[in-house]
């Protein structure tokens, strides 16, 4: 099913009046409405408005695929600003307050860094050194699965194995399972064949 642009102005007439409600449990930053309208047969799209996000449906799709389609549509907007907004100053940033919302602020990089020359792992880190990189391949994934990635490397640099004390660490971060599972999905789907099988390693 294809998305398209939001025609906000033709969506009216025929459109159900949006309803508000809490996005799945992997986002709880902002709510999401959901608008249903006759005029759209197989088209979904989504939007940012405020602190909210705007998702057009077909008047006839069931609960279930309005489900379905909230989280795909999540997730793309997510990569698309991820893919935007993120550089080396901007990961460093978003580390820095991940340690400090996480981590109690004791991780604390001297560098974070995207690179390109890491195709067996997604993310690593030296803790003698305090620095931490990315893999590339990151770019464009939901904004979730950079945070956990960037957390795995961050608790590295206080639990240097995956005892534990280390993964005790990365409880208290929500969306750690959906991100695991969103990297062995890329995984099983053959994109990056050659990553290391533990994600976030």
């Given at each position: 099913m294809p998305s398209d642009p939001p025609n906000r102005a033709g969506e009216n007439p025929l459109s159900t009046p949006g309803r508000l409600r809490q996005p799945p449990r992997r986002s709880r930053t902002s709510a999401v409405e959901v608008r249903r309208s006759a005029r759209r047969r197989r088209t979904v799209s989504a939007y940012r408005e405020g602190d909210r996000t705007v998702v057009l449906i077909p008047a006839r799709m069931s609960q279930a695929e309005e489900e379905r389609w909230v989280t795909v549509m999540l997730d793309r907007?997510?990569?698309?600003?991820?893919?935007?907004?993120?550089?080396?100053?901007?990961?460093?940033?978003?580390?820095?307050?991940?340690?400090?919302?996480?981590?109690?602020?004791?991780?604390?990089?001297?560098?974070?860094?995207?690179?390109?020359?890491?195709?067996?792992?997604?993310?690593?880190?030296t803790p003698a050194e305090g620095s931490i990189r990315l893999s590339h391949r990151l770019q464009g994934m939901p904004g979730y699965v950079t945070d956990y990635v960037l957390l795995h490397e961050l608790a590295h640099l206080l639990v240097p194995g995956h005892g534990a004390d280390f993964w005790q660490l990365l409880e208290a971060y929500p969306r750690t399972e959906r991100a695991r599972g969103y990297l062995e999905g890329v995984v099983a789907a053959g994109r990056l064949p050659h990553l290391a099988d533990e994600a976030g390693a």
């Open positions: 907007l997510a990569a698309q600003e991820s893919r935007r907004m993120l550089g080396d100053s901007e990961l460093a940033e978003r580390a820095e307050r991940l340690s400090a919302q996480y981590l109690g602020a004791r991780a604390r990089p001297r560098s974070v860094r995207w690179v390109t020359n890491q195709n067996t792992r997604w993310g690593s880190c």
